[in-house]
């Protein structure tokens, strides 16, 4: 074997690191992301084995069940190569055990399959005289790809879903030069018996890593999609391997499309045992923003606790903490972790429970709420495309919608016709277009008279006694305190109501300002000065 040839780490710049992403579903993993998740696992092996190291045995199985450029299983290559040098010192040997027996792939397409053949055998055959391995009798090698189709079931009319990944028929019942995107890997019932037909024999692997897809598009409005990466979480646990260490997107903290049941059965899994987080996408993945950001996970089959967790920002590190992975009372993860203690204070200051008191609830009682000043989204019944009329009839309502205002007639109004005539506080539910901190968090209220309404582009909060207390309102939503106790709970760029639900509610007689906020609750020195690190300051118009 040609040792310069195999030693592909060595290339500069890496090829992995140069190819665009096929699209927001598909997202490239950074070789340099990789290696850190790779870093984490042996970190963890060597933890629980005695401070042995998992690149010197010769026993483990690894599995990428998504594989797109290899790059996984292209790092797990590398370093068995080296550290199984004592035991298996002939190099030609060493990379085809390696290659045979410990390292495995799914590929999600035709091309990704050939791409990460391409990447670990340095052939797209495994067969071929180029490929680095030597005894592969299946071109495949053990990069399995083969198309598959989704499994439509409901009715006949057009909007049949796949009862695997929920994939519209509309959109994915493709011809045959097209891509399925019926991932292998989830479309199985028994996933035990569907990888030996792929690998032909029993398998039972000791890690399960990669970078699963995140989205299909559902069939909504515009570019809607719906979350799948959940489904290849479920399925990984049910393999029950050694280590799972995956990367996804981090709204499942709290909220997304169809994520409620899965976001439970993750927070009440006591198996987690750390989160790398990173808010902006970016920090990971340089192309299209992930809103909400994402996170990569290491979860030990054989060990329960708390759950580490360490965020990251602009390259660094800047906390880390070994906590409950769903605090008491709770219903969502608490992302930041000096977000856990300052909102602790306002759970104390609100229902007057000790603070440090192990049934501390963090949960603000149903009448402390801000919440349920908070409209549902599309209040008024007109929906984010609604334009209205140019100009205003005798008895029309004002509308704030998209881009501007227009006018209504009341009788087109479907909803929220006991809060027309009233003072009430519009806000867009829709936030800040980035993730980099520090950001608004949430756009900028305003007040509402007597007489508006809005299209589903704003919610209203509200309604109000006076133009006075309206305006209240919108200084307490100014405040980065405010907006800080938003942020904890809002997963993406929209901030609808559950978002709402760690802001307490107050008297409204009266203006609000940060300093006051942050004495009323106790904030330290350091807890101020992280709020202030992630919520830009936000001036508003009260005439």
Same mark, same amino acid.
């Given at each position: ?25 598909? &997202? ?311 977000? &856990? ?61 998209? $881009? ?29 277009? $980035? ?17 508006? &309404? ?90």
């Amino acid at each position: 074997m040609n040792q310069s040839a195999f030693r592909l780490r060595g290339r500069n710049p890496d090829v992995l690191s140069c190819i665009a992403n096929l699209s927001n579903d598909e &997202v490239f993993t950074p070789p340099e992301f990789a290696k850190q998740m790779l870093d984490s696992l042996g970190t963890a092996w060597a933890e629980t084995h005695d401070g042995a190291s998992i690149w010197e045995d010769d026993s483990v199985r690894f599995l990428d069940p998504f594989t797109k450029t290899g790059v996984f299983l292209r790092e797990i290559v590398a370093r068995l190569t080296e550290g199984l040098s004592v035991k298996i010192p002939n190099l030609e040997e060493r990379v085809n055990h390696i290659l045979m027996h410990q390292v495995y792939g799914i590929g999600i397409t035709h091309l990704t399959g050939q791409l990460s053949r391409r990447t670990v055998y340095c052939s797209k055959d495994a067969t071929g005289k180029h490929s680095i391995a030597s005894s592969f009798t299946n071109p495949n090698g053990n990069i399995w790809f083969e198309r598959i189709e989704h499994s439509w079931t409901g009715t006949i009319s057009g909007s049949r879903r796949c009862k695997y990944c929920g994939a519209n028929e509309a959109n994915f019942d493709r011809s045959a030069d097209l891509e399925t995107h019926a991932y292998a890997f989830i479309h199985s019932s028994d996933i035990r018996t569907r990888l030996s037909e792929m690998f032909g024999e029993d398998m039972q692997f000791d890690v399960i890593i990669g970078n699963p897809p995140f989205q299909l598009r559902d069939g909504g409005y515009g570019t809607s999609a719906a979350p799948i990466y959940q489904h290849f979480v479920e399925q990984a646990k049910k393999l029950e391997p050694r280590y799972l260490c995956l990367v996804i997107p981090a709204r499942w903290y709290s909220g997304g499309k169809g994520l409620d049941e899965f976001r439970m059965s993750m927070l009440e899994d006591n198996r987690l045992r750390v989160i790398q987080d990173y808010p902006d996408s970016k920090e990971v993945f340089p192309g299209p923003q992930i809103k909400g950001g994402v996170c990569y996970f290491l979860w030990d089959r054989d060990s329960r606790g708390d759950v580490t967790v360490t965020t990251w920002d602009k390259g660094a590190a800047i906390s880390t903490a070994t906590r409950p992975l769903l605090e008491h009372g709770a219903d969502v993860f608490i992302r930041y972790n000096p977000g &856990v203690s300052i909102l602790k204070k306002v759970i104390s200051v609100e229902t007057g429970a000790p603070l440090d008191s192990s049934q501390l609830e963090l949960s603000l009682p149903e009448e402390k709420r801000f919440s349920n000043l908070v409209s549902a989204r599309k209040p008024f019944g007109f929906d984010t495309t609604f334009r209205g009329k140019s100009s205003r009839a005798a008895g029309d309502l004002l509308l704030y919608r998209t $881009s501007g205002t227009g006018y209504v007639a009341r009788s087109a109004v479907a909803s929220g016709l006991e809060v027309i005539d009233e003072w009430k506080v519009f806000i867009a539910y829709a936030g800040s277009g $980035s993730d980099a901190f520090p950001h608004p968090i949430l756009p900028k209220p305003f007040v509402g008279k007597p007489g508006s &309404v809005s299209s589903e582009t704003y919610l209203y909060i509200g309604p109000f006694d006076s133009e006075s207390e309206a305006s209240n309102v919108c200084t307490y939503l100014a405040t980065r305190f405010v907006r800080f106790l938003a942020l904890l709970r809002k997963p993406s760029q929209h901030a609808t109501r559950p978002v709402y639900s760690f802001v307490p509610r107050q008297d409204f007689s009266k203006p609000w300002t940060d300093p006051e906020l942050y004495s009323l609750y106790g904030s330290s020195e350091e807890e101020i000065a992280f709020i202030e690190s992630l919520v830009r300051p936000m001036e508003i118009d009260i005439e």
